[in-house]
Antibody
Framework: QLQLQESGPGLVKPSETLSLTCTVSGGSISSGTYYWGWIRQSPGKGLEWIASIYSYNGNTFSNPSIKSRVSMSVDSSKNQFSLRLRSVTAADTAVYYC??????????WGQGILVTVSS | EIVMTQSPGTLSVSPGERATLSCRAS??????LAWYQQKPGQAPRLLIY???FRATGIPARFSGSGSGTEFTLAISSVQSEDFAVYYC??????????FGQGTKLEIK
C-alpha cells in the first residue's frame, strides 16, 4: 500500500523559492500507471491543485493560475518527487499535500506540511 | 476552468439522521467526480470516485449519485466519526483539477 510523506522547510521568505519533497513508500515511483501531484490548502480555505507529473515520461501538468512559477521533478533513485514554487508571496502560505492518482482522483495523500511565507 | 459549487456551506444533523450534500459543476462533467472527507488536522480521504463508486474501506452508509452537473453525497445514518468537511473534485476537464469549497457537517 502506497504511503506518501512531505518534507521541506516550514518557513520561506517572500520572493524566494519554496521547495518540497515527497517520499513514496510501499511502491515504485517509476510505475508507469501513476501521476504524482501536489495540492495545497490555504488556512481556513479549500483545496487547490498545483501540479502533477507523470513519472513514466516526466510530463508535467500545472494549474494555469500558477503555472509560470511551478516546476516538478522525479528522483527515481530515492523514490521521491519534488515541487518548486518560485517568487512566493504571503498568498502561498498553505498546507501542502502530495498525493497520487492513477485515474484522476487523489488517493492516497501525504499528511501535509505547513509552509509559511514570511520575512 | 470548471467551477465546482457545494451546498450547503454547513449542514447540521443529529447522529443517526440522514445527511445529503450537494455539488454542482459549471458545465457537464459526466460521472468524473470524486468526494473526499477531511477531519481537522488530517489530509483529505477519498470516499467516492466515478460519482458513485465507494473507495476501498469506505462504509456502505456513504453513497454518491448524479451525473452531468448535479451530484449528491448521502450518508444514510450519520455516525459521530462522520462529522467533518466534505469536498467534491472534478476530473473531466483538466488541467486544472478543481475542488468545491467544501461542506462542513456538524453535530446538531
Amino acid at each position: 500500500q502506497l504511503q506518501l510523506q512531505e518534507s521541506g522547510p516550514g518557513l520561506v521568505k517572500p520572493s524566494e523559492t519554496l521547495s518540497l519533497t515527497c517520499t513514496v513508500s510501499g511502491g515504485s515511483i517509476s510505475s508507469g500507471t501513476y501521476y504524482w501531484g501536489w495540492i495545497r490548502q490555504s488556512p481556513g480555505k479549500g483545496l487547490e491543485w498545483i501540479a502533477s507529473i507523470y513519472s513514466y515520461n516526466g510530463n508535467t501538468f500545472s494549474n494555469p493560475s500558477i503555472k509560470s512559477r511551478v516546476s516538478m521533478s522525479v528522483d527515481s533513485s530515492k523514490n521521491q518527487f519534488s515541487l518548486r514554487l518560485r517568487s512566493v508571496t504571503a498568498a502561498d502560505t498553505a498546507v501542502y499535500y502530495c498525493a497520487t492518482t492513477t485515474d484522476n482522483w487523489f488517493d492516497p495523500w501525504g499528511q501535509g506540511i505547513l509552509v509559511t511565507v514570511s520575512s | 476552468e470548471i467551477v465546482m459549487t457545494q451546498s450547503p456551506g454547513t449542514l447540521s444533523v443529529s447522529p443517526g439522521e440522514r445527511a445529503t450534500l450537494s455539488c454542482r459543476a459549471s458545465q457537464s462533467i459526466g460521472s468524473d467526480l470524486a468526494w473526499y472527507q477531511q477531519k481537522p488536522g488530517q489530509a483529505p480521504r477519498l470516499l467516492i470516485y466515478g460519482a458513485s463508486f465507494r473507495a476501498t474501506g469506505i462504509p456502505a452508509r456513504f453513497s454518491g449519485s448524479g451525473s452531468g452537473t448535479e451530484f449528491t453525497l448521502a450518508i444514510s445514518s450519520v455516525q459521530s466519526e462522520d462529522f467533518a468537511v466534505y469536498y467534491c473534485q472534478q476530473y473531466n476537464n483538466w488541467p486544472p483539477y478543481t475542488f468545491g469549497q467544501g461542506t462542513k457537517l456538524e453535530i446538531k
